[in-house]
């Protein structure tokens, strides 16, 4: 029996969607995508929830790029709303509580120091280093004056190394130094989260987009289908239904799950979101509040300030707490914990799928990476100019 397709594509996600809509349209080929969800998307899935909210069941997912291809690309299959992302940390405060902007910047340094120390400390900053910069922490402290490497332990302790530690499950003293020493300081008045020239989401959400990416003659996507049910990898041979199939694979899953794990689980971060629908026009002041100093959660999102959606009287926000990854059913594996013993683990993996011609691993899952949405699209459509050359 000889198959229908010339390639098949595992997993229906930015990596996934993209290169399937290549190999169709630019290259010609018949595609068979196969996705385990029962939706498309991937992580950047989004959908109305009961009280008519459009949420993202997968964590916040805001589109930014420097990239005019890759924005151009998707620009083909959506229009945008114009959002700047616009991050603040709560912390407990004399009184009560206070927010201030994240990344730390001019603004921030206000809220804590007040106007006159504030502006006495932001002269001296950018006498140093100027306008507009980004300074790291590690830089602040080697500052001769005692007050501006004062600064970066406020900042640290304020702003960075609890959340940090939620985040990663890591005790103060397991912390890398070297690492949180890149947190920056912005010395800018600009409050927006990212500074990217391109910035922006779907306008009628995510999910949208990628069904129109994937609705193509020769693309056939069968949602509810895991690879690990239809395809095999024997002895250099991918079967298809037990069947050989020697056309181009592009694997965007978990690489360990590939080969049953054989060597071990590559270690990963998972998230649980817990969702709250609220009978107020909007609950929080932004659209991410970071919760740096206390709480079990990491940070608390609402929608409507994301995807501007007009929907008086009742709105939904989501806590995300950061928890080990276990492997066990439901969970989903976010994170890449990356170390040199995990990249040697994966290593190992990479190397058994190399011994399969014409099978591609990409995605955040497969490659065993951190990648934004913009960067996997390019590296998508990198990977397709490739094997369409
Ligand atoms: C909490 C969170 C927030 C984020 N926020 C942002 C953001 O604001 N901006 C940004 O640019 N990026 C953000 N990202 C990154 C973004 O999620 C990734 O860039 C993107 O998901 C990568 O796409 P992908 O196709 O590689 O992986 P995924 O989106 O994970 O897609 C992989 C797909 O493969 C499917 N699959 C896996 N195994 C199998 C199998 N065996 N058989 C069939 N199907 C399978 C999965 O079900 C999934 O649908 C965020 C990530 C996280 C975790």
Known sequence: MDHPFDCLVIGAGMAGA???????????KKVLVLERRDHVGGNAYDCFDKAGVLIHRYGPHIFHTNDSRVFEYLSRFTT???????????????????????PFNLISLEVVFGPHKAASLAKRLIAAYGVEKKVTILELRQHPDP???ALADY????????????????RPEEIDPNTTARVP???????????????GMPIEGYTPMFQRMLDHPDITVALGADAGDRLTLAEGTVLLDGVP??????????????????????PYRT??????????????????????????????????????QELPGVTTIMKEYSEAYTGEEGQVPYYAII?????????????EAARYPRFHLLGRLAEYKYYNMDAIAARALALCDDLLK
């Not at 945008?80 to 994240?102: F, K, T």
Request: glycine share 8%.
């Open 185 to 199: 300081v912005f010395l800018s008045e600009d409050c927006r989260y990212f500074q990217d020239l391109y910035q």
């Open 147 to 149: 007050e501006i490497a």
């Open 80 to 102: 945008w709303y114009s959002y700047q992302h616009q991050v603040v940390a709560n912390i407990p405060a004399e009184g009560g509580r206070m927010e201030l902007p994240v």
């Open 155 to 170: 900042v640290y302790e304020h702003v960075f190394v609890h959340y940090t530690m939620k985040q990663w499950g890591q």
């Open 18 to 28: 993209i290169c399937a809509r290549e190999l169709a349209e630019r290259g010609g």
């Open 271 to 308: 998230l649980r979101f817990q969702f709250e629908t609220h009978p107020v026009d909007f609950w929080q002041s932004h659209g991410t509040v970071n919760y740096t100093m206390d709480q079990e959660y990491t940070r608390i999102t609402e929608f409507k300030y994301l995807t501007g």
């Open 339 to 351: 170390n040199e013993a995990n990249n040697a683990l994966y290593a190992r993996y990479q190397a």
């Open 245 to 266: 199939f020697d056309g181009t694979v592009i694997y965007t899953g978990a690489v360990d799950e590939l080969f049953g794990c054989k060597y071990g689980r590559l």
